[in-house]
C-alpha cells in the first residue's frame, strides 16, 4: 500500500533540497485565540498601492466593516478585525521592519456586520456569476495567503490574450516548522473544495489539481475520499522536496509545464492559489465574510505548546507567544514566516497581517550566523538551484553593484527560496546580496 503511495507521487526536477521537516505542530487542532485588547491594522497587507483610510479617530466600527478601501486595481481593501473604537491612525513598526501607516482599534465587544453569515453550516450552492465571484472576493480583501499577498481578485483577471485551462491549488507547506495550512485541509476539507469550484466557476476551467506534499499524506487522504463529490477536482499527491511550494516548481510538477523566464502561470495556461487563500474565497463568496482572521502556525524546538492558532488580523505576535506557552527564555530569534524564507521580527508588538503564516521562535544558540568562509567552488549552490541559475555568481555581481551583468544572467528571476544559502558548506550569505542586488534593480527601474 505504501509502495503503491510512493510511486504515485510527483515531483519537480531542477534543484531542490530536504532541510529538516520539524512539523512539530502537525498534530495541534485549530484553536481559536480569545480577542485581543486592540489591535493595529496595516493598511498595506498586499502587493501594489496602499489602501485609502476612510474612518477617522474616534469613529465605533464593527467586525468586517471596511477601514481602508482598495486605491487601483492592484491594490485591497481593508477591513475591521474587532469592534470598537479607532484609536490613532499612525504609522507603527510591521513584519517587514519599516513603519507603514496603520489602524488601531480598542476592542469593546464581538459586534459583526449584519451582513456576515457567522453560521458554520456548509454551503455548497454557488449561484454566482463569474464576475459576481470576482467582485466578492475583491470586496472581502482577500490576498495571497501563502506569502506573496497579492490580491487575488487580480490573479482572476485573465490578461487578453492568454488561455487558462487549470487552477491548481498549492496545498504544499514545503517550509519547515509551518502546519497552517495543513490543518485547514484536515479541519475544513469541504470548504477547500468548494472554494477550488468557486475559483474554477470565476476562472472558467473545467479542471483543477490540489497538490500536497506526502507528508501530510492525512490531508492526501482525506481531500481523495470527498473528491468524487466534486468534479473536476484531482488530488495529487508530491514529494518531500524543498522550494515545491513554489509556483513555477509547482506548475512543472503537476502540469509538466514551464513558466518562461520573466512570465506569469497564465503564461503556462494556469492559476495557482495558495490553500489557505482557497478558504478565505469561499468564506467570501458563500459567507460574505472578509479577510478578518487566518490560522498561523506559533513553533520552534523550545515553545511548549506549538500551535495552530485562528488569529484576528492585527493582534500583535505577543499574543500569540503567550498562548503557546510564553516565550521561551533561550529565545535568540523570532521569525515571521518559515526558516528559509521568513523575516526576523524585532519587536513583541508587531501585528498579525493577512500574510503571517507563522511565528517561529529560535533557541539562542542556533540563532547566530556561522563564520563565513571563502567560497570553494563546490558548485553545491548551482545544482540545488529550482531555477537553473548561478547564484554564487549572482551574489557577487550584486556585492559589486553590477546590476546590468547581473539582470542578464536572470537574477530577477530568483524566487528567493534560500536553498543556495542553505546548501552552502562555506556559510556564504548568498541570498542576502541577491536579494540586495534585486531590490537596487528595481530601485533602478522605478526612478
Not at 480583501?141 to 497579492?150: K, L, R, T
Not at 458563500?286 to 511548549?304: A, D, H, M, Y
Amino acid at each position: 500500500m505504501l509502495l503503491d503511495f510512493m510511486k504515485g507521487l510527483k515531483h519537480f526536477h531542477k534543484g531542490g533540497v530536504h532541510p529538516h521537516e520539524n512539523k512539530l505542530s502537525a498534530e495541534a487542532p485549530i484553536k481559536e485565540l480569545p480577542l485581543p485588547k486592540s489591535v493595529v491594522i496595516p493598511i498595506t497587507q498586499h502587493i501594489g498601492a496602499p489602501a485609502k483610510v476612510v474612518v477617522e479617530r474616534g469613529d465605533t466600527v464593527k467586525v468586517g466593516q471596511i477601514i481602508a478601501v482598495h486605491e487601483g486595481f492592484v491594490s485591497s481593501n481593508i477591513h475591521a478585525s474587532v469592534s470598537g473604537k479607532v484609536g490613532k491612525i499612525d504609522k507603527v513598526m510591521d513584519s517587514t521592519g519599516f513603519k507603514k501607516m496603520s489602524i488601531s482599534i480598542r476592542t469593546k465587544d464581538d459586534i459583526w456586520e449584519d451582513s456576515i453569515d457567522r453560521t458554520p453550516d456548509l454551503v455548497k450552492d454557488i449561484p454566482y456569476t463569474p464576475e459576481e465571484i470576482v467582485k466578492k472576493i475583491m470586496e472581502a480583501g482577500v490576498v495571497g495567503m501563502g506569502g506573496a499577498a497579492f490580491p487575488s481578485h487580480v490573479k482572476l483577471s485573465i490578461p487578453e490574450g492568454k488561455h487558462v485551462d487549470y487552477l491548481i491549488v498549492n496545498g504544499v507547506e514545503c517550509e519547515p516548522y509551518l502546519t497552517a495550512d495543513h490543518r485547514v485541509m484536515l479541519e475544513k476539507p469541504h470548504e477547500i473544495m468548494v472554494g477550488t469550484q468557486i475559483l474554477m466557476k470565476a476562472l472558467g476551467v473545467d479542471k483543477a489539481i490540489i497538490g500536497i506534499e506526502a507528508n501530510k499524506w492525512d490531508a492526501i487522504e482525506g481531500l481523495k475520499k470527498i473528491a468524487p463529490e466534486y468534479p473536476g477536482i484531482e488530488v495529487q499527491g508530491l514529494r518531500v522536496m524543498y522550494p515545491q511550494g513554489g509556483e513555477k516548481q509547482l506548475i512543472e510538477a503537476l502540469l509538466g509545464r514551464e513558466v518562461p523566464s520573466g512570465g506569469l502561470p497564465a503564461d503556462a495556461g494556469c492559476i495557482v492559489h495558495n490553500v489557505g487563500t482557497i478558504y478565505s474565497m469561499y468564506m467570501a463568496v458563500q459567507k460574505n465574510r472578509p479577510l478578518i482572521e487566518r490560522v498561523v502556525t506559533v513553533t520552534g524546538k523550545s515553545v511548549k505548546e506549538p500551535s495552530n492558532l485562528l488569529v484576528r488580523i492585527g493582534t500583535p505576535i505577543s499574543d500569540l507567544i503567550e498562548a503557546a506557552g510564553g516565550l521561551p527564555e533561550d529565545t535568540g530569534k523570532i521569525i515571521s514566516g518559515g526558516p528559509m524564507m521568513g523575516k526576523a521580527l524585532n519587536e513583541l508588538d508587531i501585528p498579525i497581517a493577512k500574510a503571517t503564516s507563522g511565528l517561529l521562535l529560535i533557541p539562542e544558540e542556533r540563532s547566530k550566523r556561522q563564520e563565513v568562509y571563502n567560497c570553494v567552488k563546490c558548485g553545491k549552490c548551482v545544482e540545488v538551484c529550482p531555477m537553473g541559475l548561478q547564484p554564487v555568481e549572482l551574489s557577487l555581481l550584486s556585492k559589486n553593484k553590477n546590476l546590468e551583468t547581473a539582470q542578464a544572467h536572470g537574477i530577477l528571476d530568483c524566487i528567493e527560496c534560500g536553498s543556495c544559502s542553505f546548501i552552502c558548506p562555506s556559510n556564504r550569505p548568498i541570498l542576502d546580496y541577491i536579494r540586495y542586488g534585486k531590490s537596487n534593480i528595481r530601485k533602478a527601474k522605478a526612478s
